[in-house]
């Protein structure tokens, strides 16, 4: 059975930083894009960063180029997202998601407040 | 970036009765590789997004045949024969054909 399994979000103040992660189990993990996908309050699903499978690629949002990272741990099944410089419209329920979302994470969430 | 605009954004229904959602891309979603990138997404209240159909037409494992998606190029549509109560929730298209990905601002389907 494939699952997802996201952690790391928490409450931060304006300009924080926090480490997003997505432990994989089910599938052969080496072999997907992975994606993040979004939700803030109130709004509709946002698309924030993919990676190729060897990592060798990655893809982002224009609202989050330069402020996140997404990376992966292949021999660990993992996937991480680095979000710094951290912004009030940057809450949301953060979902980590398989190729094109055939598989969703059950999300984490993070707050970003003073 | 590719702009996909849903219709309506809000679809009261009737149980039993069939509905439509309207997917609209600002450019071709035709991809260099012949296939076209388009998904449909339902959330339920409280639950994570659930894919229903991929590259256009085609209706992921577990999906009732009551869904069905078509259309090409541009335009593309949802389709719901029968509605129950189970499908209440958001739906969203999503093209993955252009970087970045988008998806629709979401249509939100309620029983009358």
């Known amino acids: 059975e494939v699952q997802l399994v996201e952690s790391g979000g928490d409450l931060v103040q304006p300009g924080g930083s926090l480490r997003l992660s997505c432990a994989a189990s089910?599938?052969?993990?080496?072999?997907?894009?992975m994606s993040w996908v979004r939700r803030a309050p109130g709004k509709g699903l946002e698309w924030v960063a993919t990676i190729k499978q060897d990592g060798s690629e990655k893809y982002y949002v224009d609202s989050v180029k330069g402020r996140f990272t997404i990376s992966r741990d292949n021999a660990k099944n993992s996937l991480d997202l680095q979000v710094n410089s951290l912004r009030a419209e940057d809450t949301a329920v953060y979902y980590c998601?398989?190729?094109?979302?055939?598989?969703w994470g059950q999300g984490t969430l993070v707050t970003v407040s003073s | 970036d590719v702009v996909m605009t849903q219709s309506p954004l809000s679809l009261p229904v009737t149980l039993g009765q069939p509905a439509s959602i309207s997917c609209r891309s600002s450019q071709s979603l035709v991809h260099s590789d012949g296939n076209t990138y388009l998904n449909w997404f339902q959330q339920r209240p409280g639950q994570s997004p659930r894919r229903l159909i991929y590259?256009?037409?085609n209706r992921d494992s577990g999906v009732p045949d009551r869904f069905s998606g078509s259309g090409s190029g541009t335009d593309f549509t949802l389709k719901i024969s029968r509605v129950e109560a189970d499908d209440v929730g958001v739906y969203y298209c999503?093209?993955?054909?252009?970087?970045?990905?988008?998806f629709g601002q979401g249509t939100k389907v309620e029983i009358k």
């Open positions: 998601a398989r190729h094109t979302g055939d598989y």
């Open positions: 089910g599938f052969t993990f080496s072999t997907y894009y």
């Open positions: 590259k256009v037409s």
């Open positions: 999503m093209q993955g054909t252009h970087w970045p990905w988008t």
